[in-house]
């Protein structure tokens, strides 16, 4: 097999991947009554802490109108708080509330312990090759 089909078969095989892991992330995140952006958000400030609203975007690779739609339904289920930035008063900072930190704290154990267990057929080894040429793709994706 030429090195254009062997492309084309990696590159089908990772969008096949790929769709397989979100199904098993989205089912997970489902069960705690979040999507994967809403889950994502309180995962960012979960670890990351207080975040301004730009970041959060940057960060969840979500459009501008999205992360309002995200936001405003996870300020609705008083899991986050926005207020304005001391620093700027034209930017907003997003942070979690107790009862999000309580949530997040009580799922994310087990979402991490799914994620471990999707890449069980790898040793540690492997997996650590898996991610060093994965991010090789991305530097060389970015490129062109």
Do not use: C
Not at 40 to 47: D, F, G, I, K
Not at 113 to 138: C, G, H, Q, T, V
Request: without cysteine; charged residues 35%; proline residues 2%.
């Amino acid at each position: 097999m030429d090195r254009i089909e062997e492309s084309l078969k990696a590159f089908v095989g990772i969008k096949r991947t790929n769709d397989l892991l979100e199904k098993s992330v989205k089912k997970d995140v489902r069960s705690y009554g979040l999507n994967i952006s809403e889950f994502a958000v309180l995962e960012l400030l979960y670890n990351k802490g207080p975040q301004p609203i730009n970041r959060i975007q940057e960060r969840i690779l979500i459009a501008n109108s999205s992360t309002t739609y995200v936001l405003d339904k996870l300020q609705k289920k008083e899991y986050i708080v926005r207020q304005k930035d001391e620093n700027d008063k034209r930017s907003m900072i997003v942070l979690v509330t107790d009862k999000g930190e309580e949530l997040i704290k009580e799922i994310f154990p087990t979402h991490s312990a799914l994620l471990s267990s999707l890449f069980d057929d790898l040793s540690d080894e492997e997996l650590e090759l898996f991610r060093d040429m994965l991010k090789r793709i991305s530097a060389a994706a970015r490129v062109k």
